[in-house]
């Protein structure tokens, strides 16, 4: 008999955090590639004997910040832990990490998933999120390995989520709203091609019904948010099947092979016994002042889920307002553009989405590398709301600002766009279009009101596309009555 089986899903997120330095050193902290190797060292992230860490402000106050945007209790007062383990990355042969007493507790984020016309949302838990620092990075080669200490001693943030995911497409979710919240209040840049946002998952199975949990896989090797759907789909699938056949599943850690497209054991999973933690015991432990506290939440910005709700108030769907919520920039970008409340808040939607976004994915560009500034687009659509220019003429001078910059309404006029609006010519144009469409009026007469789009047709032609096309459709249907 086939059993039904559902996954629990658990993920274990470190982003590294955008401070200048790194967490227990005054090196400098996310240097790049062009940064030969070991150069941004110093005795206290190599592990020399002898040297003390000291712990630096910035990193701290990133990890409230972040704590505060996952919905965590911040706890004024946390410790450090010694977490041993011997790895060649490892300068001191154990990490420096928070193990009972994180900085931030318990907290909980609101994840979005399902299509576009039937969207789903959920709320995820996190059981903390605490410092640590990371180890070097790794080059291996056929006969030798390279190790690199650049990275060595970089803040991370481990967070831990609780195991409510039940789908690869949950996880999915979770993962980009992490990093949107990460990204949002500026605490990591979450880079996955540099390493700044690394996943580890924990997947279990359980008969559809059972309340107990699994045993459990963690999968490491995960590079990007695809590599995590996928290492999620084969894992499950492969769980399943074992367990259909009589088989049980093993606790242990398994790579995501990205090329054959499946998951393959590394080795026994560790518990915290295997760990060996214990108190650091060459630093104090972090006591945050009450005041200091509360300065660094009168810094933070307003979250996406208020600017959700602010802009769906406004008229914008659920789908629309998460969009352009999907970076601060971006969200700021649409404000700025809306200001005015001269250009209605969907037709800004619209053009952000479709022609803006459009042309910055097309080019691998941010918000921030726009050509055209929310001032001048606000501009520009609001001379396509007046009707002083049509939507496709708009769509040109967009173009030409994307290509050449420059004000809308001085290319406007440049290229002779202005449309006419005067009455009296609209209404000669008009007349000589009824009079050019005997057919297209006596369709409209006869009920066909869609006929009149001829007569419109035939005015623009006759303007050269410079009449005004809404008091054209208005002035035809007032001479045909």
Known sequence: MTTKFEPVIGLEIHVQL???????????????????????????????????????????????????ALG??????????RKHYFYPDLPKGYQITQFDKPINGAGSIEITFGPKENLQKKKIGIHHAHLEEDASKSAHFEDYSLIDFNRAGCPLLEIVSMPDMRSPEEAYAYLTEIKRLMKWVEASNCDMEKGELRVDVNVSLRPVGQEKFGTRCEIKNLNSFKAVKDALYYEINRQTELLNNGGQVVQETRLWDKEQNVTRPMRSKEDALDYRYCPEPDLPPIVLKHEWLEEVKKQ???????????????GLNAYDAGVLTSSLDLATYFEAVTAGK???????????????????HAEKKEIAQSPISAQTLAELLEMVESGKITRKQGRDVFDKIWQEGGSPKAIVEKLGMV?????????EWAKAAIEANPKAVADYKKGNKAAIGALVGGVMKASKGKANPRLISQLLAKLLA
Request: proline share 8%; charged share 20%.
């Open 300 to 314: 933070m910005p307003e979250l996406p889920a208020q600017k959700e709700a602010k802009f769906m108030a406004a």
């Open 342 to 360: 001269k250009v209605p808040v969907k037709t800004a939607s619209n053009w952000i989405q479709t022609d803006l976004l459009g042309m910055l």
């Open 18 to 68: 955008a401070s200048k330095t790194k967490l227990f050193c005054s090196c400098p902290n996310g240097v790049g590639e062009d940064t030969k190797p070991n150069t941004a060292v110093c005795p206290r992230c190599t592990g020399q004997p002898g040297v003390l860490p000291v712990l630096t402000e910035g990193a701290v106050k990133l990890a409230v910040k972040a704590g505060l």
């Open 72 to 81: 965590c209790k911040i706890n004024e007062y946390s410790t450090f832990s």
């Open 419 to 427: 449309q006419v609006s005067d009455e009296g010519q609209l209404e």
